[in-house]
């Protein structure tokens, strides 16, 4: 009966997705090669931490990359990102768990005698009670605007096995009603604070997916948040409440705008409002207490707030946990009329990506702007390639894509 019971529990599903490739794209790849999505939703995976075991429920995406060879078929592991819900440690709550492939970190073996993909890799972790502890890595910007804020993050090296009910046909549109076991480990390596000292889960796979086709959108959650408060003057001064978020429908058409070139799809949730009139003007002091009101874990939080005190803090806007699931941005109405482009810029730090000339691309919508500057309104296939937050997925059945850079 408790077999079944967590059974129950237990939701997985795999999707296969091949590609093939042509050159005539422009986005080369080598022919013949195909890319495998693994749709992770576990509950109740045993974290280990300073106070004990506990459990998380983790949920994200594995992709492999598979190359046909003459002789053999090859998994390369091309992304993973994970969240997973925290527990209470020594020093405590972890707050949520964003997990991260490193790149260019992993081994993958195939077996395809018994089916089977055995990867060791190792993996960005990050949870919010780090920057609690630890505040965070300040940037070295010297007169440039300072909006990138990153966390510390510890390194665990991990395993992951997965035995596949058949042999993938790549090419071939196919569903594998059995699908796949797949087993996972993690062991921090690095630590900043330590608090987690042990990450294991065995999913069961019920689905997989063949789809032949070229490139496939990925999308993740932004929530904006808007701050409730009480005018001071105007007609109704005093007796009722607007919101901030006026600056919110512009930003929103020319980030999604932006990050549709780069086949990443922004799905803006609902608004939700926090009532405290103190957050419509807001200090660098009032940040942290500002950005601790509202933490969705499968969502990028955007504050929108009137204007910064000092005016011109971090530029347009800000980000803090940059490329981890808890990334948060605050950004400005005042941003208007003039930086239309500043929360899609704010999203390419929540996406992992620096100030040129790190892993972005010199006068692209990367370069930082300063105050009363747009950010320019130009994206390249560097700064695509480099994209990666644990809360990009794919969304079934897949959406086709294919990118439209403008530099
Ligand atoms: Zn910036």
């Given at each position: 009966m408790e077999v079944r019971v967590k059974l129950v529990k237990i939701v997985f599903s795999v999707v296969f997705l091949c590609l093939f490739c042509f050159a005539a794209t422009g986005?080369?790849?080598?022919?013949g090669g195909s890319i495998m999505v693994m749709k992770i939703e576990k509950k109740g995976a045993a974290l280990t931490g300073t106070k004990g075991k506990g459990e998380t429920s983790l949920s994200g995406e594995v992709v492999y990359r598979i190359i046909q060879t003459r002789k053999a078929m090859a998994f390369e592991l091309d992304s993973l990102g994970l969240v997973g819900t925290g527990i209470n440690t020594e020093r405590g709550e972890s707050g949520n768990i964003s997990i991260k492939l490193k790149p260019k970190t992993s081994r993958t073996k195939y077996d395809p005698k018994r089916r089977v993909i055995e990867s060791t890799f190792l993996v960005e972790v990050h949870y919010p009670l780090i920057d609690r502890i630890k505040g965070y890595i300040v940037p070295k910007e010297g007169e440039r605007e300072m909006d990138d804020y990153r966390s510390y993050t510890e390194t665990f090296e991990g395993t992951l096995v997965s035995q596949l009910s058949e042999s993938p046909r790549l090419g071939k549109k196919m569903e594998m009603k059995k699908g796949a076991a797949v087993t996972i480990k993690m062991n921090p390596t690095?630590?900043?604070?330590?608090e987690i000292s042990q990450l294991y889960g065995e999913f069961r796979v019920i689905d997989v997916i063949i789809f032949p086709r070229l490139y496939i959108k990925r999308y993740i959650n932004v929530q904006p948040v808007f701050v409730r408060y009480t005018p001071d003057?105007?007609?109704f001064g005093g007796t009722t409440t607007a919101t901030t978020g006026g600056s919110f429908n512009t930003l929103r058409d020319r980030s999604i705008e932006m990050w549709n070139r780069c086949c990443i799809g922004l799905n803006f949730l609902p608004p939700v409002y926090v009532e405290n009139?103190?957050?419509?003007?807001?200090?660098s002091a009032e940040e942290a207490n500002l950005r601790a009101e509202y933490n969705d874990a499968n969502a990028v939080e955007v504050f929108f707030v009137e204007v910064s005190d000092p005016v011109g803090l971090h530029g347009g806007g800000v980000c803090f946990?940059?490329?981890?699931?808890?990334a948060q941005i605050i950004t400005y109405d005042t941003n208007l009329p003039i930086n239309l482009y500043n929360l899609a810029h704010e999203l390419g730090h929540a996406l992992g990506l620096f100030h040129p000339p790190g892993n972005s691309t010199p006068?692209?919508?990367?370069?930082p702007s300063g105050f009363c500057a747009d950010n320019p309104a130009l994206m390249s296939n560097e700064n695509c390639d480099n994209a990666s937050n644990p809360l990009l997925t794919t969304r079934i059945p897949l959406t086709l894509c294919i990118r439209n850079t403008n530099m």
């Amino acid at each position: 009966m408790e077999v079944r019971v967590k059974l129950v529990k237990i939701v997985f599903s795999v999707v296969f997705l091949c590609l093939f490739c042509f050159a005539a794209t422009g986005l080369a790849q080598e022919k013949g090669g195909s890319i495998m999505v693994m749709k992770i939703e576990k509950k109740g995976a045993a974290l280990t931490g300073t106070k004990g075991k506990g459990e998380t429920s983790l949920s994200g995406e594995v992709v492999y990359r598979i190359i046909q060879t003459r002789k053999a078929m090859a998994f390369e592991l091309d992304s993973l990102g994970l969240v997973g819900t925290g527990i209470n440690t020594e020093r405590g709550e972890s707050g949520n768990i964003s997990i991260k492939l490193k790149p260019k970190t992993s081994r993958t073996k195939y077996d395809p005698k018994r089916r089977v993909i055995e990867s060791t890799f190792l993996v960005e972790v990050h949870y919010p009670l780090i920057d609690r502890i630890k505040g965070y890595i300040v940037p070295k910007e010297g007169e440039r605007e300072m909006d990138d804020y990153r966390s510390y993050t510890e390194t665990f090296e991990g395993t992951l096995v997965s035995q596949l009910s058949e042999s993938p046909r790549l090419g071939k549109k196919m569903e594998m009603k059995k699908g796949a076991a797949v087993t996972i480990k993690m062991n921090p390596t690095e630590k900043v604070l330590g608090e987690i000292s042990q990450l294991y889960g065995e999913f069961r796979v019920i689905d997989v997916i063949i789809f032949p086709r070229l490139y496939i959108k990925r999308y993740i959650n932004v929530q904006p948040v808007f701050v409730r408060y009480t005018p001071d003057q105007g007609c109704f001064g005093g007796t009722t409440t607007a919101t901030t978020g006026g600056s919110f429908n512009t930003l929103r058409d020319r980030s999604i705008e932006m990050w549709n070139r780069c086949c990443i799809g922004l799905n803006f949730l609902p608004p939700v409002y926090v009532e405290n009139d103190d957050y419509r003007i807001l200090s660098s002091a009032e940040e942290a207490n500002l950005r601790a009101e509202y933490n969705d874990a499968n969502a990028v939080e955007v504050f929108f707030v009137e204007v910064s005190d000092p005016v011109g803090l971090h530029g347009g806007g800000v980000c803090f946990s940059s490329g981890t699931a808890n990334a948060q941005i605050i950004t400005y109405d005042t941003n208007l009329p003039i930086n239309l482009y500043n929360l899609a810029h704010e999203l390419g730090h929540a996406l992992g990506l620096f100030h040129p000339p790190g892993n972005s691309t010199p006068a692209s919508l990367m370069e930082p702007s300063g105050f009363c500057a747009d950010n320019p309104a130009l994206m390249s296939n560097e700064n695509c390639d480099n994209a990666s937050n644990p809360l990009l997925t794919t969304r079934i059945p897949l959406t086709l894509c294919i990118r439209n850079t403008n530099m």
